[in-house]
């Protein structure tokens, strides 16, 4: 019988985390808040009105097919691995899913949403865990094909915030504690192989979800691109590119719900200094495609409450 604490342990851990994260969220919304304030909402809006109503309407509906393609790579993973899964069910749990993190972030998580409603339809449970966490690493992995692109002009142009001489103690007190880097890289590595045996034998799914995830990737480049031109600040494509690839890996330090202010701060100051775009058209494109993101994910309003209703009864956790 294990001790009296070995349960509480986690959960507390797990409240500690969620803490973490809203006051993350509050601070980095509150510093978003700022850099409006500081940049004028009438500049931001006056960017805004310049885009023709049809480029907003255009990148709607490539966002739509960004999130459909995140469902196909799902799938096909999924699919390699239990034969049986139907299409209908994958774009039903991702939809869902993406409206919860969306919507309810603080609630419960879209990997959640998505375990709740494969254990509801009675999928493998392991398989189903492993899928997700592939899911991700698939993901990172589109997302790094176009990270060079990201650094190269990171090292040419650099950052104000990067040269700043109150980060260097944050950069000294990172290097100083290699062992614990090191321990966890370590450990993030062991995972990934542990989760990627089930598909070692199947190239084939890993092959078509990490098409599929660069179909997503260009429709959301290519939305982007659509509201930057509308603006009169065109970008060139892989720019684009490999300026939202770092954003996207900065938004994974889990300090914010769902990426929320942390995600418009980092696209900001990422684009004005790396894009060579206003500040106040970078600040437009932030929101923008955080408002772009919440409405494709509309559709999983129609499949949440149900596998919500069951998450309550059982919430699983996606460790990985």
Known sequence: MSAPGAVSAPSKAGRRGLWLRVGGTLVTLILMALLIRHQGWEEISAVVQRIEPWRLWASLGLMLVSRT??????????????????????????????????????????????????????????????????????????????????????????????????????LLAALSWPDRLRAQAFGFIRRIFAHFQLWASRPRGLILALLFTLLHQASLYFSIHLMLVGMGEPVGWMRIAGIWSLVYFVTLLPVSINGYGLQEISTTLLYAHLGGISTESAAAVALLQRVVQMAASLPGAFFAPGILAASRKSQPEIKG
């Open 69 to 170: 393609a995140v469902s196909l790579r799902w799938h096909m993973l999924l699919r390699e691995v239990d034969g049986q899964v139907r299409l209908g069910d994958s774009l039903r749990i991702t939809y869902a899913g993406l409206f919860a993190a969306n919507f309810l972030p603080t609630t419960i998580g879209g990997d959640v949403i998505r375990l709740a409603a494969c254990l509801q339809l009675r999928f493998d449970s392991a398989v189903s865990a492993a899928s997700l966490v592939v899911d991700r690493l698939v993901g990172m992995a589109g997302m790094a094909l176009v990270l060079p692109w990201g650094l190269a002009r990171l090292a040419q142009v650099g950052l104000p915030v990067l040269s700043a001489p109150s980060t260097a103690p944050a």
